[in-house]
């Protein structure tokens, strides 16, 4: 008895760090500005075969349309109300999206808009996706219903102008958005009662937006509302897993320890620094990534989300500066997901995006708008080339082999130690995962010959990154593995995709 009050004890606390993803399943993907219809077939069709665990989609709540720009993506973090209709669908899309995935192994996290409503500067009318009315300038918002009582213009009714300053960060105004009053009971379960109705169709859990703009205290009240998860999916008394926006690298007053008791914490010193080694930058070099983790300065991995780029940073918006990399730099891209996907440091999500026309001028590109393909402001499908790539202007990254197979790759390692690493003291690199994976990389400007101990057991391997196992064959480049474990690795500097990966399921 003292055993089980003792372990359900520690499952109520622990249980918003779990993402609920299904046995053997390690990373979700963020499809973002997808239609939900879109999403539903792809959990058929790609991400529950692949074994993906879910899937981030953007914020599922009525928003401001904005025609000038024209249909931006951020439109989407300017609320409305809490109807559940945008331009990726309507309730009835969401709900069928919800179950369909779910029935397929797909959790569904949605991001949700908590912080604010939409910008103060916006006219009263209907310009909206649910074509509710709403009135910044007298804070109404019917379709909550929120007045002038609810939002925190009797603390700060001004812009945030200084991040050293705990109190206007959460207080006053995040880029013009007018800051709802969390520490008020009605409030609290006005949002509750949102993310509650998103837990009874059947999600698993929630980013929470400008988290680092709420007091922590807040968000708990708000999760302390929250329902257990939908029982025809997850198992009784389960928790919605909870990872907090909160942008801290370093050297401002808000600290992303302040909100590991609410849940994990998006890690944004991580994608910032892997572009920086990746591109070697700073005189940083891969045989530094030895310790790679907490031994780098960031949160505990248990309260980790980590990325190599999200929807802000890959355009220049939010934090993580120049260093970020995105598909626009394919090849070490892959390179900085690979190696994400193979460490066991954090919960990992993949990013997954449409192209737009960059323009850059005096280096910001003033194009970062550019909401996603559309005809007259309509979302695009996404369609599917005969290749297995996207159409109609998808980029979708998680459908390149070498991100997909490293997605695998994750799954076939997990709970196994990190090991067998090894360097050139440059940029060669190679580390295992137990007896289950191994991954070599070469980011150095010469070719890389050696042998290395794989932990692996004997046979004869596919290289993941260059080709697929098919039918018992490999597509690819074959790795022998000895008796000893040990294996020749050849990579040349010049190689279309200049690291290797072979993992238990990739044996011949
Ligand atoms: C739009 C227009 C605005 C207009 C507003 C209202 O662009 O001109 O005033 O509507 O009408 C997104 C877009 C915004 C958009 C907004 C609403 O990005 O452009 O505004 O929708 O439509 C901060 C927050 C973080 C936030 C990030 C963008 O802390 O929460 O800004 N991200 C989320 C979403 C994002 C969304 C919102 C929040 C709002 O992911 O998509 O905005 O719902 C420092 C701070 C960070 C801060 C950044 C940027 O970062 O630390 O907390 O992020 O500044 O302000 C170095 C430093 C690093 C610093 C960084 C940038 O890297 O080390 O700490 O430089 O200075």
Redesign the pocket.
């Known amino acids: 008895m003292k055993l089980f009050l003792l372990l359900s004890a520690l499952g109520l606390c622990w249980a918003q760090y779990a993402p609920h993803t299904q046995q053997g399943r390690t990373s979700i993907v963020h499809l973002f500005e997808w239609r939900w219809a879109d999403i539903a077939a792809e959990c058929e069709r790609y991400l529950g075969p692949k074994g993906f665990g879910g899937v981030q989609v953007s914020p599922a709540n009525e928003n401001v349309v904005i025609n000038n720009p024209y249909r931006p993506w ?2 989407r ?2 609320p409305v109300s809490y109807k559940l209709c945008t331009r990726s669908g309507n309730e009835a899309e969401f709900k069928n999206m919800v179950t369909r995935c779910n029935n397929v192994g797909v959790r569904i996290y949605v991001d949700a ?1 908590i912080n ?1 409503m939409c ?1 103060s ?2 006219p009263a009318g209907t310009s909206s996706t649910c074509g509710s009315y709403y009135n910044p300038n007298n804070r109404d918002f019917p379709a909550v219903p929120y007045s002038g009582l609810d939002f925190n213009d009797n603390k700060c009714n001004g812009e945030i102008s200084n ?1 050293n300053d705990a109190s206007q960060v959460r207080n006053c105004r ?4 007018l800051d709802l009053a969390l520490e008020k009971d009605y409030v609290r379960t006005k949002i509750a009662d949102y993310l509650n109705h998103l837990i009874d169709i059947g999600v698993a859990g929630f980013r929470l ?2 988290a ?2 709420m007091w922590p205290g807040d968000i708990k009240a708000v999760l302390n509302k929250l329902h257990n998860l939908n029982t025809s999916w997850f198992s009784a008394g389960s928790r919605p897993f909870i990872f907090q ?1 909160v ?1 801290d ?1 370093g ?2 007053a808000i600290k992303s320890s302040e909100y590991f008791g609410n849940g994990r914490v998006t890690e944004f010193k991580y994608g910032a620094k892997l572009g920086t080694v990746i591109r070697k930058w700073n005189g940083e070099k891969m045989s530094y990534l030895k310790n790679w983790g907490e031994g780098w300065g960031f949160v505990p991995s248990d309260r980790a989300l980590v990325f190599v780029d999200n ?2 940073n890959q355009r220049g ?5 120049a260093s970020i990399l995105t598909f626009w730099d394919a090849r070490m891209y892959k390179m900085a997901v690979g190696f994400m996907l193979a460490h066991p440091y954090g919960f990992t999500r993949i990013m997954s995006s449409y192209r737009w026309d960059r323009n850059f001028q005096n280096g910001k590109d003033v194009n970062d708008w550019i909401g996603p393909p559309n005809n007259n402001g309509a979302t695009k499908a996404v369609t599917i080339n005969a290749d297995s790539t996207c159409g109609n202007g998808w980029v979708c990254e998680h459908r390149w082999r070498q991100i997909r197979n490293m997605a695998a790759f994750r799954n076939v390692v997990d709970g196994q130690p990190f090991s067998n690493w090894w360097d050139n003291g440059s940029n060669q690199v190679a580390f295992g995962r137990g007896n289950r994976g191994f991954i070599v990389f070469n980011n150095d400007d010469r070719s890389l010959s050696t042998t290395l101990q794989t932990g692996l057991p004997a046979g004869t391997y596919c290289d993941v990154i260059s080709g697929d196992k098919v039918n018992g064959n490999c597509t690819g480049i074959k790795i022998q593995v000895g008796g000893d474990g040990k294996a020749s690795f050849s990579i040349s500097n010049s190689a279309e995709d200049p690291f290797i990966a072979i993992h238990a399921e990739s044996k011949l």
């Open positions: 951020w439109e973090y300017q808009v604010h910008g500067g916006n991040y995040l880029s013009g958005l937006d400008a680092k703009h926006e942008i690298l050297g401002e929807h802000d918006h939010g934090a993580g500066g």
